[in-house]
């Protein structure tokens, strides 16, 4: 029986985007889950659109929290890209814990390369923190551990298909968290 991990005899590597969404407001009388983006959050957006063209330049899917604030975060960073991917909106994502959200990535198309989760905290941080590795980016590790901001953005490699994806078994190869002006 031929390695899953294997198509053709190449290695399939794939990408993990997790993102947090931008700041959002916090107005008075709004459920938690209908809180809009800030002015600030919009800006920062707009700011991680053009990061995440220029470092992560395909998507194949995107598993979306049905908050609004994820929704509109999601909106602005896709405004200019010319991909076109398979968007989830997953009630799962919404307050999931680390473990709950690597759950939701797991169920992701074999055929998906680069997988995207715009989510929220501390899920965010959980996920990208428990799946590092030892080959990990020891600096992005350590911004990752010390605080995971809003429109912060991991990005990490592993080799298999998603329903092995594990704790300890991804590379965390960037982090960055976009500002706009």
């Not at 959002?24 to 063209?53: E, I, M, N, Q, T």
């Not at 890209?81 to 198309?109: F, K, N």
């Not at 590790?141 to 594990?166: C, Q």
Request: proline fraction near 7%; charge should be negative; charged fraction near 25%.
């Amino acid at each position: 029986m031929s390695d899953p991990a294997l198509l053709g005899g190449i290695v399939s590597e794939r990408t993990l985007v997790v993102m947090r969404h931008a700041k959002s407001d916090w107005p008075l009388g709004v459920a938690d889950a209908d809180r809009p983006l800030a002015l600030r959050g919009r800006r920062d957006a707009f700011a991680a659109a053009r990061w995440l063209v220029a470092e992560v330049p395909v998507i194949d899917r995107v598993w979306l929290s049905p908050a609004t604030r994820t929704r509109q975060t999601w909106e602005i960073v896709s405004r200019d890209r010319t991909d076109e991917p398979v968007i989830c909106l997953e009630p799962a994502v919404y307050a999931a814990p680390g473990g709950g959200l690597l759950e939701v990535i797991r169920t992701s198309a074999d055929e998906d390369r680069v997988v995207a989760l715009v989510a929220h905290n501390p899920g965010c941080q959980d996920l990208a923190e428990s799946l590092a590795d030892s080959g990990s980016d020891s600096a992005a590790l350590e911004r990752v551990r010390v605080k995971y901001p809003t429109m912060g953005i991991a990005v990490l490699r592993f080799v298999g298909p998603w329903s092995d994806l594990d704790e300890g078994r991804a590379q965390l190869v960037e982090f960055a968290a976009p500002r706009g002006i």
